[in-house]
């Protein structure tokens, strides 16, 4: 089992920065792909980015390129996603999840979710 926490949401103005933490425990995680997803009320859970297991490699959507950056220290078992120049639009409850030995796009590719956690970015 493998239980994911994720932190460091929050309000932020338009072209503001967060950095999102999410703390993996339990089985291995250095063994495993991982990814950002990000949900909006009312619409489906997106992929935002994901990271190879040993970071060497990294994909984001289209609409998050060159704002955001994802980063992972296998030997704390931490996952991080880092975003500038935020937009009202990226506001959505963000969750961190555990893939298998080499990333994806498809969300049902993903095995163990966090809980997420909000970020609100006022215009």
């Known amino acids: 089992q493998v239980q994911l926490v994720e932190s460091g949401g929050g309000l932020v103005q338009a072209g503001g920065s967060l950095r999102l933490s999410c703390a993996a425990s339990g089985r291995t995680f250095s063994g495993y792909a991982m990814g950002w997803f990000r949900q909006a009320p009312g619409k489906e859970r997106e992929l935002v980015t994901t990271?190879?297991?040993?970071?060497?490699?990294?994909y984001y959507a289209d609409s998050v390129k060159g704002r955001f950056t994802i980063s992972r220290d296998n030997a704390k078992k931490m996952l991080y996603l880092q975003m500038n120049s935020l937009k009202p639009e990226d506001t959505a409850v963000y969750y961190c999840?555990?893939?298998?030995?080499?990333?994806?796009?498809?969300?049902?590719?993903?095995?163990?979710w966090g809980q997420g956690t909000q970020v609100t970015v006022s215009s």
């Open positions: 990271i190879t297991s040993n970071g060497g490699s990294t």
């Open positions: 999840a555990l893939g298998g030995r080499y990333p994806t796009t498809r969300r049902d590719d993903y095995r163990y």
